[in-house]
């Protein structure tokens, strides 16, 4: 079966300030994969050129014929304004959009979904709280509720689990493992490398440039991590042109 | 007595009766526009639009006089285009709406007040300025109405897209390409509804009957469905009392209908359940769970 993901040596930025250096590689349909590097190393702007918010400077990323809709993206820093009336039920709901789209009713079936999406993700007893009254961790199950609605074949996540507590981090990694587990392809950018040794087998490590690629024990070793860290996040204004057949850089 | 005060001047004058059928077509339309624009916060951008109609309405006072499709037609051309060019450069460029918004409107004020003084005649623009409720002729409240009933059609349309660009925007953006065009679809009903709003209360107050009962019903309702149906309702109180006030005591009716507006408003303010300020002084004693 042919990759989900492919990447030909992708360069993301802005401003033509390179953000993702030079990225190149596969990901393949029901791969479980950790993207670990510092702040400033790329991880959000290579996800936002995974789900089309931002076009590659050079290169290229192929979704391997799957649809925008097929992608659920998770982003760190999520832009809701939490002070709009609206219940955690229909705010879950919205993850239905793919089958319900503009004017699809939201009918027993649906709603008997959407409450077990909340179920799943323990918000039981939440439906008519409004999307405002939620903690942080509360907030991040809601969600997770939605994505599992959205039933996307790739799911990409930008640091879940910052700033929320071990239970709650645990019992969404084991939603993760889920959706591992029922072939979905699932992306996301963590910093607790223990966490990602446990759970994630495959790895890459960027710092702007990719730094490594590949099964996480190989991936994440002392001597990786040191180069990682390394990395200058200074943008330089007077940065001379990227050599246009510089060799990808991929690691191995 | 009371009946007289409340009811006959409607049963007797048939200028009261399409004052208030206009004023409860006004209310039906504008006040769930008024409700979306508080809560993405662009209440401030509906009274730009108002600004933004104004030489449109008057361009077209000027070409043919107080023609009531010219003058609907100049303020929907000069809203539109001041709607749609700033919100192509707020989607497009750094610039944040309010300030793309704020420079179309004030080059549309510009140019309208510019053409005016090239024809250098005085004209009497305080029908556009401040309209006049009791004047509505059948041509124009079928305009009124016709308006209204659009919008809430084309609401009924964009409503689930336009609660999610609200609520989470880039989850919009995600799922779907109809974020762009809901916002200007929307735009154009702020438009639609302010030249609506302009033949009954004049350019300067008809965001009044969209902004204020968005307000009130933002003190009563926790939910977005309330609150629309709660701003509908107390923009057709408001109106229906205004012109009460307006027949009585000759008090100008669109200001008398802004002005009992604005009574509700701070009586919402004052006593409204949701965050009102008798009640934040006065919370009760707090429960178990």
């Keep these: ?252 | 007595m009371l009946y007289d005060v409340l009811i006959s001047p409607f049963t007797e004058f048939e200028f009261m009766r399409r004052a208030l059928a206009g004023i409860i077509a006004l209310a039906l339309g504008g006040a769930p526009i008024g409700v979306f624009l508080m809560l993405r916060r662009m209440s401030l951008v509906g009274d730009a639009m108002a600004h933004a109609i104004l030489p449109g309405a008057a361009i077209g006072f000027l070409i043919s006089g107080l023609n009531l499709f010219a003058m609907t037609f100049g303020g929907l051309i000069a809203g539109f285009a001041v709607a749609i060019l700033s919100g192509i450069v707020a989607r497009t460029t750094e610039l944040k709406e309010d300030a793309s918004l704020a420079t179309f409107y004030l080059v549309s004020l510009a140019l309208g007040v510019t053409i005016v003084s090239m024809r250098g005649t005085n004209i009497d623009l305080l029908h556009v300025l401040f309209g006049n409720i009791l004047a509505l002729d059948d041509q124009t409240l079928l305009v009124i109405a016709f308006n209204a009933t659009i919008t809430l059609l084309v609401m009924a349309v964009i409503y689930r897209p336009l609660v999610i660009e609200c609520v989470d925007p880039v989850f919009l953006r995600t799922v779907s390409r109809s974020g762009a065009p809901t916002h200007l679809v929307f735009l154009a009903l702020v438009v639609v509804n302010l030249v609506n709003g302009f033949h009954a209360l004049g350019t300067l107050l008809a965001v009044g009957l969209m902004i204020l009962p968005a307000g009130i019903a933002r003190f009563w309702s926790r939910d977005i469905s309330g609150m629309i149906a709660i701003a509908v309702a107390s923009a057709m109180v408001s109106g229906y009392a205004g012109l009460v006030l307006s027949f009585q005591t000759k008090v100008p009716s669109g200001p008398a209908i802004i002005l009992v507006a604005a009574l509700l408003y701070v009586f919402s303010v004052l006593f409204g359940n949701v965050s009102g300020l008798v009640r934040q002084l006065f919370p009760g004693r707090h429960l178990e769970a």
């Design chain 1, 1 to 252: 079966m042919s990759a989900h993901l492919t990447f030909r040596d992708v360069t993301l930025g802005y401003d033509r300030h390179p953000a993702v250096h030079h990225l190149s590689g596969e990901v393949a349909p029901g791969a479980l994969v950790a993207l670990v590097g510092p702040n400033g190393a790329g991880k959000s702007t290579l996800f936002r050129g995974i789900v089309g918010m931002l076009k590659p400077l050079a290169g290229s990323i192929s979704l391997g014929g799957l649809d925008a809709r097929d992608i659920a993206y998770l982003p760190q820093s999520v832009d809701i304004d939490r002070s709009f009336p609206i219940s955690v039920f229909d705010f879950v709901a919205t993850g239905l959009w793919r089958s319900s789209g503009l004017f699809g009713g939201i009918g027993k079936q649906r709603q008997a979904k959407v409450l077990a999406a909340l179920a799943a993700v323990g918000l039981n007893g939440f439906e008519r709280r409004t999307i405002g009254t939620l903690s942080g961790g509360q907030m991040q199950r809601m969600l997770f509720a939605r994505v599992l609605l959205q039933d996307a074949r790739l799911i990409v996540l930008d640091e879940p689990f910052n700033a929320i507590d071990a239970k709650t981090s645990a019992d969404l990694l084991k939603l993760v493992k889920h959706w591992h587990a029922e072939q979905r392809t699932v992306l996301a950018a963590l910093h607790d490398m223990d966490l990602v040794r446990a759970n994630f087998p495959e790895t890459v490590l960027l710092a702007r440039e990719p730094v490594a690629w590949g099964a996480t024990a190989q991936v994440l070793t002392s001597d990786n991590l040191l180069v990682a860290r390394r990395m200058c996040e200074a943008f330089d204004d007077s940065a001379a042109l990227c050599a246009a057949d510089h060799a990808p850089a991929r690691a191995a």
